[in-house]
């Protein structure tokens, strides 16, 4: 390393190292141009799926692929182990309609066709999604288009996040996030949307329309929507009653609680229950093929 002089405040000098330049490479190292060094580099992977097991380390991300017709034709293992499915294979073809209530996939196959259509990506949008733990209901989705070698959008592909209250993924709003907490914490009881106004220092007015900018939905609907979802794990993964999973998630009776479930889902509690079961266990074609009577 080089070295030179310079004076110091007392007037002595000091032998400062001499920072030396990195030379630059030979115009022989450098790959020209860089993006044939690229492909080239591509075109020995084979395939660029060997990228899909980067992706499955990467904490609480859950990436998808889909067609145009919102068919999946790639799902990331996170997202597999959030549905309660045991292989990509046995969803690879089908839509969100296999997984999600109806009024979700719907909302989902609305939201595929809007990026396809305008060719623009949607970014860390709140959503309601189907998981096996009620923890993880609420998720931030981001979609962009997917294009073929001609140019022509030929699907969707994204991720999705949980999106978690009070911290600094998702909603930026503390007022919505100190609500959405209380929320989610005593979902079971009855909330008044005078005390959630309160809470959150704002007119019911205000607030509703926060909650509609942000999750598409009105506060009340929120809170039923939450029931809803808890109610769903309970059906999956115990095996209490019907009767007495709409008791112990805030509704009135098993009558009201159908009721409010099949608004919802477009599905009675029991058909919910025995569906998703048959498909964890024998697949989703077993499953439609014994799509139970609604009850």
């Known amino acids: ?5 310079n004076g110091s405040p007392k007037g002595t000098t000091l032998a400062i190292p001499r920072k030396r330049s990195i030379p630059a490479p030979e115009e022989e190292d450098l790959p020209n141009p860089p993006r044939a060094f690229q492909a080239s580099f591509f075109r020995r992977m084979g395939s660029l799926q060997q990228f ?41 073809g089908v839509s969100d309609a296999v997984i999600h209530p109806p009024s979700i996939a719907r909302e989902i196959r609305r939201d ?8 623009k990506p949607i970014i860390d949008r709140v959503e309601a999604l189907f998981a096996r733990t009620r923890a993880r209901d609420w998720f931030l989705t981001t979609k962009l288009p997917l294009y073929d070698t001609a140019g022509e959008v030929i699907g969707v592909m994204g991720f999705v996040r949980p999106y978690r209250a009070g911290t600094s993924s998702g909603v930026q709003d503390i007022q919505l996030q100190r609500v959405v907490a209380h929320i989610q914490e005593h979902y079971r009881d009855r909330i008044p949307m005078a005390q959630l106004a309160q809470l959150a220092h704002l007119s019911e007015r205000q607030l ?11 506060a009340q609907e929120f809170i039923m929507r939450t029931r809803i979802q808890a109610a769903s794990d309970d059906l999956l993964s115990t095996e209490k009653s019907v009767a007495d999973i709409a008791l112990e998630h805030g509704f009135y009776d098993q009558s009201s609680f159908t009721k409010h479930f099949r608004v919802h889902t477009g599905e009675t509690p029991l058909a919910f229950r025995q569906f998703r079961r048959i498909a964890r266990k024998h697949g989703v074609s077993r499953a439609v093929e014994q799509l139970p009577a609604e009850a």
């Open 112 to 119: 595929d066709l809007e990026v396809m259509r305008s060719r």
């Open 1 to 5: 390393m080089d070295y030179f002089l």
């Open 52 to 92: 899909r097991e980067l992706f499955d380390f990467l904490p609480d991300v859950e990436y998808f692929a889909k067609d145009t017709e919102s068919r999946f034709v790639a799902i990331s293992a996170g997202m597999l182990r959030r549905i309660g499915a045991a292989s990509e294979e046995e969803y690879l």
């Open 208 to 218: 509703n329309r926060r909650f509609q900018e942000t999750f598409r939905m009105s």
